[in-house]
């Protein structure tokens, strides 16, 4: 088995290779960690894997042996060597050298991945760039059944964090907004070689449509952004201080509405901040 803290530091030696922090490299080597994650995933042989940075290959081969195929993609060309004798006797796993953020991944599974019902992503992914990633997957236009990604365990509390708690964000409220999230379990920063400052996350996002409406989505995700610019700020001095609105039209409006006029960002569902968006457009456009 690749995953665990012997055999991690023999393969390093043996092609002398070390972790590249630029490439956000911190290898699992905890096998207990990879059954969880194997656990928590509905994984037969009809299912299709991505996985991205799949590193020396110790989640890879987990679900090599439990997927109908894994399509794995690393940046890191060393790694590629590795990858190719680490994984040599699973004739079910692709690997891409290349960008995850540059992919045409729609082209890719079209390729690799045409014969499996069911396509899931599961990784552990680069904590540098796990927004760009997860929002990568979410707005492709293909019917992903879930992602289940292990992240630094800070951010899986802001991406799954509820109202009225220190955790919720702007971050959050678009979560909610695409999809089903939670956090499956935690991980300790010493399961990881070399081990990381911070500790992870596994967390499993299912994308779902909820049955918001919205008008002009690009619109009301800079809106989202905006009312949490400054979580110190009420509601109205964001909304007032980012589109330049007079405060007393603000408090009016949203007065008018049910809601206090010194409400703040963080105590609204993603509901209600959908119908305040709403209710500004309408009445600011007359």
């Given at each position: 088995m690749i995953g665990n803290r012997k055999n991690t530091k023999e393969l390093l030696e043996l092609?002398?290779?070390?972790?590249?922090k630029s490439f956000g490299q911190n290898f699992l080597v905890d096998e207990n960690i990879l059954y969880k994650i194997i656990s928590n995933a509905d994984l037969d042989q009809t299912v299709g894997v991505i996985e991205i940075g799949?590193?020396?290959?110790?989640?890879?081969?987990?679900?090599?042996?439990?997927?109908?195929?894994?399509?794995?993609y690393e940046i890191d060309k060393v790694m590629i060597e590795i990858l190719q004798d680490t994984l040599a006797q699973y004739n079910n796993v692709y690997i891409i050298n290349q960008d995850i953020l540059k992919a045409d991944i729609l082209k890719d599974l079209k390729t690799y991945l045409n014969d499996c019902q069911r396509i899931v992503v599961i990784?552990?992914?680069?904590?540098?760039?796990?927004?760009?990633?997860?929002?990568?997957?979410?707005?492709?236009?293909?019917?992903?059944?879930?992602l289940i990604l292990m992240v630094q365990k800070e951010?899986?509390?802001r991406?799954?964090?509820?109202?009225?708690?220190?955790?919720?964000?702007?971050?959050?409220?678009?979560?909610?907004?695409?999809t089903n999230s939670k956090i499956l379990f935690n991980v300790s920063k010493n399961c990881f070689y070399p081990a990381p400052k911070v500790d992870s996350a596994v967390i499993k996002i299912i994308p779902t449509n909820k049955g918001y409406v919205v008008q002009n989505e690009e619109?009301?995700?800079?809106?989202?952004?905006?009312?949490?610019?400054?979580?110190?700020k009420i509601?109205?001095?964001?909304?007032?201080?980012?589109y330049h609105i007079n405060k007393d039209e603000v408090k009016n409006i949203l007065m008018g509405?049910?809601?206090q006029e010194n409400i703040r960002p963080e105590e609204l569902s993603t509901g209600e901040i959908i119908e305040i968006f709403h209710l500004l457009v309408n009445n600011l456009n007359r």
């Open positions: 092609y002398q290779k070390k972790a590249k799949p590193g020396l290959g110790a989640l890879t081969e987990q679900l090599a042996l439990y997927a109908k195929k894994v399509l794995a990784a552990n992914i680069p904590y540098y760039i796990t927004t760009p990633i997860i929002f990568k997957f979410l707005e492709l236009d293909y019917p992903f059944e879930y951010l899986a509390e991406l799954t964090g509820k109202p009225k708690t220190k955790d919720y964000n702007a971050l959050s409220v678009l979560m909610d907004y695409k619109e009301f995700f800079k809106f989202i952004r905006n009312i949490f610019s400054s979580r110190r509601l109205v001095n964001n909304i007032s201080s980012c509405h049910k809601y």
